[in-house]
């Protein structure tokens, strides 16, 4: 609080109802007691003007000395009048008294002069005092800001670390009384199993008494009966066996109840010590629990003192303000004083110019002495025009300051206008998307090849009623036609363009923060590389991949206007006999000999996880951050080159596995702090044909069996969906299972059907129609937007969905 009191402005009498003349002449009055105070003149008064002709004899010794010496002081009333003071009339022709006359009145002005000097050192100094103190209070109050917050996150470490004992100390607890509980049921069983020893021992002693009853009778009838006593003497001989192997039977019964009691012993001592035990942890939780009620408390009292600190950090900066405006104030009367001097110096210099005259005739010195009043009174004038002039600049200032500010509230109509615009431009985006279908599928026929003819055979047409135009396609098979429709079919003819322009906004919903998937499916040689990748060197061949890739970046750069920022990863693998490789790892090679290795880096497991929010992990995959169109490109070529093809009947060199292309964006935009993440999966398929078309042997026949393995297993997660099945077989195959988010999750899902126009396909042609058509019948989840008002790290793991 002291430090505060110490940059309060000192109290001015401002606040009162006073002229801005009676501020000035307070102003300049305590300013000059100052410079009296440094210059060894504390406790002297202020000389009144009336008796500064006095002054002038007294103080010209002191003008030899120095200016330095004078202590004389102004108002603003004196100075005007220093300067209309007009010569005493007397003898016209006494030279010698004017001549004093004007050397008083230069040597008055001298002193004015420097007094207005010495004042303006006085308000420099002022300022520069002013500006160090704000700058020490506000360098005090970083540094008290800065140590709260770290006491702040101390605090906050020290409870989480007590929370986290106390979770450990009562599972230990748990643990305890669980133990103790299995103590106590152990202890219950061997009980029940000492009573029922006894219950025999019990039996054993009744029927050894029985015996010897009988052993008794036995004698008695051996006494009485002589004919008997040999059958007597082996029965009581029997009896005495009998009676022998009861004793041991009792003896070993004995020593069970014995190992009984030990055992009791034991478990009673341990049952104790588990007491303690619970005991001395709970003294411990409660002693826990004590010291986090204490933390707490000091959390709570640290967080006022950080209000108060808070509090007195405003009311400093409120009196910076404050002081700041007087700062202001002083430099523009300080500048007005200086040209107010500098007129007074140019006066000095006419004055003592018709001085000099005054030495030759006198009727000169009247006539100069006339016109510098005459000018005097020009330059009050002038003064007077300054202030109305300032006076309507600052009226106008004040109206072009009420513009501004309506200028600004209607800017900022007009950003709130834009971004709610934007919200409703993704929600009608993806209600169009929704009413188009979550699966769509879209029928390509491949474009005509050099070795096909001129088409005059080709075995697919297009209906040209109005239902089916542009959505209908039609086989003949044998003289028999198959109708076949699809939310979109392209014809042999149809550009890399035209087909890219139907599934954009579908890419548009991955930088809206929804899950896409597209995939191409059909058999070798039907074009499906051609359609996902193209040849990205020629710009009117690229292919769906490097076209919604370009789209995304210009999107997003685009984007930053409103406040959005993205970051995107990407990760590009295959699955080659049903095993996942990476296709972007360091350690793989090129070409054909990869298809002979199991993965690219020994020791590496690619495993596929789903988490709760439908995305897909695969664990050690690379993921590499990329920021524009070329850093996509250098990574499709990498992956191209390690992609594993191979030559069949069907195609020179055909793909012989799953190509996946996933890039995962997310994007945070600054101005609504909303943040969205969205994923992209472009994935080409690998061609679909029968053993006996392609010819496959040793390996190719391995591969062509792996490829139609995955497919089928595809076929029956479709038609499980379709049947809507309580069980859907995604984990029959790495590739359903890779593709379960976007099949059967919330994912926006296309799938490109590519057929072959030539005759020799016809087949295959037909069956892949077949395939896309259930596909299309199918119906998933509806999609969900990813979005957050939270900022998160984009630094997360990429996940496929």
């Known amino acids: 609080m002291a430090s505060r009191n110490q940059n309060r402005p000192p109290r001015s009498p401002s606040n009162k109802k006073a002229s801005a003349e009676e501020v000035s002449l307070d102003k300049r009055r305590r300013v000059g007691a ?10 002297r008064a202020r000389t009144p003007f009336s008796s500064v002709n006095n002054r002038i004899h007294s103080s010209a010794p002191s003008d030899a000395e120095g200016p330095e010496c004078s202590t004389v002081e102004f108002t603003k009333e004196e100075v005007e009048a ?18 004093e006359q004007m050397g008083d009145l230069i040597k008055r002005l001298k002193l004015c002069v420097r007094w207005f000097k010495k004042v303006e050192e006085g308000y420099v100094q002022e300022k520069e005092k002013l500006q160090s103190e704000l700058e020490s209070a506000e360098k005090k109050c970083r540094d008290t800001e800065t140590e709260m917050k770290n006491k702040i996150e101390g605090l906050d470490e020290t409870i989480s670390d007590l929370r986290k004992t106390i979770s450990s100390l009562q599972e230990r607890i748990v643990k305890e009384e669980s133990d103790k509980l299995e103590a106590i049921k152990s202890y219950g069983k061997e009980k029940e199993a000492r009573s029922a020893a006894e219950k025999i021992r019990d039996e054993k002693s009744a029927e050894l008494e029985k015996v010897q009853d009988e052993k008794s009778a036995a004698e008695h009838k051996a006494i009485s009966n002589e004919d008997l006593y040999k059958r007597s003497q082996e029965y009581n001989m029997s009896l005495q066996q009998y009676n022998s192997r009861l004793q041991s039977d009792l003896e070993t019964a004995n020593e069970a109840h014995k190992r009984l009691e030990t055992e009791k012993a034991t478990i009673v001592e341990s049952l104790s010590n588990v007491r303690g035990h619970n005991k001395a942890l709970q003294d411990q939780l409660v002693s826990l629990k004590v010291s986090q009620d204490e933390a707490i408390k000091q959390k709570e009292m640290l967080a006022n003192e950080l209000k108060c600190l808070r509090e007195e950090l405003k009311q400093i900066r409120d009196d910076r303000d404050r002081q700041l405006g007087q700062v202001n104030a002083l430099t523009g009367e300080v500048a007005k004083y200086k040209e107010y001097t500098g007129k007074t110096c140019a006066q000095l210099d006419t004055i003592m110019i018709k001085t000099n005259a005054l030495e030759e005739t006198c009727s000169s010195q009247k006539e100069q002495i006339y016109i510098l009043q005459q000018q005097l009174f020009a330059e009050k004038e002038k003064l007077k025009m300054a202030d109305l002039s300032v006076s309507e600049t600052r009226t106008v200032f004040e109206e072009k300051n009420i513009i501004i500010r309506e200028l600004q509230d209607r800017l900022a109509d007009k950003e709130f206008q834009v971004v709610e615009g934007e919200k409703l431009r993704k929600k009608l985006h993806n209600t169009i998307l929704e009413l188009k279908g979550n699966i769509r599928v879209f029928c390509r026929v491949r474009p005509l090849l050099p070795e096909d003819g ?13 239902e089916a135009l542009g959505r209908g396609i039609e086989l003949v098979q044998t003289g028999q036609k198959y109708n076949f429709t699809f939310d979109k079919v392209f014809n042999h003819d149809a550009s890399q363009q035209d087909v890219f322009i139907e599934i954009s906004q579908l890419v548009q919903s991955a930088l809206d923060g929804y899950k896409v998937c597209i995939f191409a499916y059909g058999q070798t040689g039907s074009g499906k590389t051609h359609t996902m990748m193209g040849r990205p060197d020629a710009p009117d061949l690229k292919g769906l991949i490097p076209r919604s890739l370009e789209q995304i970046f210009q999107t997003s750069q685009s984007l930053k206007e409103h406040g959005w920022n993205y970051k995107m990863q990407a ?6 006999n049903e095993t996942i490789r990476d296709l972007l790892s360091s350690n793989r090679s090129s070409g054909i000999d990869q298809t002979r290795t199991e993965n690219s880096v020994p020791g590496k497991q690619y495993t596929i996880k789903h988490d709760a ?60 702090e909303q943040q969205v993440q969205g994923v992209l999966n472009l994935i080409d398929l690998a061609g679909s044909e ?11 026949l391995k591969e062509t069996q792996a490829i139609n393995k995955s497919l089928s297993s595809l076929s029956d997660v479709i038609f499980a969906l379709a ?6 077989p995604f984990r029959n195959s790495k590739l359903t299972y890779l593709l379960q988010p976007c099949l059967g999750g919330d994912s926006k899902t296309l799938m490109f059907v590519n057929i072959s126009p030539d005759q020799s396909s016809t087949s295959e042609s037909l069956c892949s129609l077949r395939f896309a058509a259930r596909v299309n019948a199918c119906e998933i989840g509806i999609p969900r937007r990813q979005t957050q008002t939270s900022t998160r790290s984009f630094d997360s793991r990429l996940s496929y969905g």
């Open 34 to 43: 100052e410079k009296m105070d440094r210059q060894g003149g504390a406790g």
């Open 82 to 99: 220093l300067l209309n003071e007009k010569m005493k009339k007397g003898n016209p022709y006494d030279n010698k008294k004017k001549m």
């Open 454 to 466: 001129t088409g005059a055979d080709m075995v697919v047409s297009y209906p040209t009623s109005t």
């Open 571 to 576: 990760s590009i693998l295959e699955i080659y």
């Open 613 to 672: 929010n439908g995305n897909t992990h695969v664990s050690d995959l690379t993921i590499v951050d990329v920021c524009s169109v070329n850093e996509i490109s250098s990574l499709l070529q990498q992956a191209a080159q390690s992609r594993s093809v191979g030559r069949t009947q069907m195609n020179e060199q055909s793909s012989r596995s799953h190509f996946v292309f996933t890039l995962r964006i997310c994007g945070i935009n600054e101005n609504t």
């Open 690 to 700: 029968r053993l006996s078309r392609s010819g496959a042997t040793g390996d190719r």
């Open 723 to 728: 049947k809507k099945e309580e069980h859907v």
